[in-house]
C-alpha cells in the first residue's frame, strides 16, 4: 500500500517464442496464432505488437534478437507436441546453453518487467525464478557459416514478416 493506503499491483507477462534450432514452419504457426488472438481487438493489433516485440526484444549491445515470436499457450503447445521426440547430441544441447545465455543476459539487463521487480524491491526469489537453471557462456563465440547453429542466426533472428502479408 501507498502513503494514501492504496493497494499497488501489476501485471506483468512473456509471449515469446525463443528456438535454438529454428523450423519455419513453428515460427509461422506461432505467429499466425498471435495474429488470431490479436484480431477480435483490432486488425492492426498485431503488426503493432509484432514490431514493439521485435524492437523490445532486441539485445542491442549484441545487435541480436532475443526471440522469433511473441505468443504463447495456444502457439506453444503444438510445436512441442511436433518436436518433443527430436534426438539431439551433447552440440546441441550446449547450443543449447549457450543461447540460454543470451535469455540471461537480456532479462537482467534489459527486461522491463524484471529490472522493474529489482528496482520496486519485489521478492527477488520470484522475479529470477524464470531464469534457465544451467547456461553457459562462451566468449565472442561464433557458429559455423554452414552450421544449422547460424541458420538460427541468418534465418530466424531476423525482423520479418512471417505471415507474408503486407
Known amino acids: 500500500k501507498n502513503s494514501e493506503n ?10 515469446d517464442l525463443t528456438p ?18 490479436c484480431r477480435p481487438f483490432g486488425i ?4 503493432k505488437y509484432k514490431k514493439w516485440c521485435d524492437e ?3 539485445i542491442r549491445h549484441r545487435n541480436e534478437p532475443r526471440a522469433v515470436g511473441h505468443g504463447y499457450i495456444q502457439a506453444y503447445l503444438p ?6 521426440s527430436y534426438t539431439w547430441s551433447q552440440r546441441e544441447r550446449d547450443f543449447q546453453l549457450y543461447r540460454r545465455s543470451r535469455y540471461v ?3 537482467l539487463l534489459l527486461d522491463r518487467g524484471t529490472l522493474f521487480g529489482i528496482q520496486s524491491q ?6 529470477l525464478s524464470s531464469m534457465p537453471p544451467l547456461v553457459k557462456w562462451k566468449y565472442n563465440w561464433k557458429p559455423h557459416p ?13 525482423v520479418k514478416n512471417w505471415l507474408n502479408k503486407n
Do not use: C, M, Q
Open 105 to 107: 543476459e537480456f532479462n
Open 56 to 58: 523490445y526484444f532486441f
Open 6 to 15: 492504496i493497494t499497488t499491483w501489476w501485471f506483468g507477462g512473456g509471449f
Open 20 to 37: 535454438y534450432y529454428g523450423f519455419s514452419e513453428d515460427v509461422i504457426h506461432w505467429h499466425r496464432t498471435a495474429e488470431r488472438i
Open 79 to 84: 510445436i512441442v507436441n511436433l518436436r518433443k
Open 44 to 47: 492492426e493489433l498485431y503488426k
Open 122 to 127: 519485489g521478492r527477488i526469489e520470484s522475479i
Open 146 to 158: 554452414k552450421s544449422r547453429e547460424n541458420k538460427l542466426y541468418t534465418d530466424f533472428l531476423i
